[in-house]
């Protein structure tokens, strides 16, 4: 499959993964936004938030407590941080594989739209 998501998680391409299981895969964004820039995935290629089904959706909180304990590892979790998904063109998705950012490490602007 032409995802390069997909790709990451099946190491056909580098990334810096900090933290993998059956279900979710976590590495730093090659273009960070912030001194912490995360991104939390699926394995599984899900396109995007808009394709998940009910059946998957417990997904998002094993993404959830991934993000809260990579937080703590990198030592933001009490200055605090941002999760992030964006859905479609319109919501600012680029890659079209299911994703969360986890941003961090400073001020971040109150902008969200
Ligand atoms: P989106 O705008 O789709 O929500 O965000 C996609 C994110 O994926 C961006 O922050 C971008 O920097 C990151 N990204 C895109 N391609 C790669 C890649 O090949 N490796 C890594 N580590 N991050 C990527
Ligand atoms: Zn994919």
Redesign the pocket.
Same mark, same amino acid.
């Given at each position: 499959m032409d995802c +390069?998501f997909c790709k990451?998680v099946a190491g056909e391409?580098p990334? /810096?993964i900090l933290y993998q299981d059956e279900g979710v895969v976590a590495?730093? /964004? +090659?273009?960070p936004?912030a001194p912490i %820039?995360l991104?939390i995935i699926p394995g599984k290629h899900i396109p995007s938030l808009a394709h998940l089904s009910e059946a998957e959706s417990s997904l998002i909180g094993d993404m959830v407590n991934t993000a809260n304990q990579l937080a703590k590892k990198e030592g933001i979790s009490e200055s605090g941080y941002r999760l992030v998904i964006?859905c479609g063109k319109q919501g600012?998705?680029?890659?079209p594989h299911l %994703?969360m %950012?986890l941003l961090g490490g400073r001020q971040l602007s109150n902008a969200l739209g």
């Open positions: +390069i990451i391409i990334a /810096d590495f730093r /964004d +090659i273009n936004l %820039h991104q964006n600012g998705q680029f890659v %994703h %950012h």
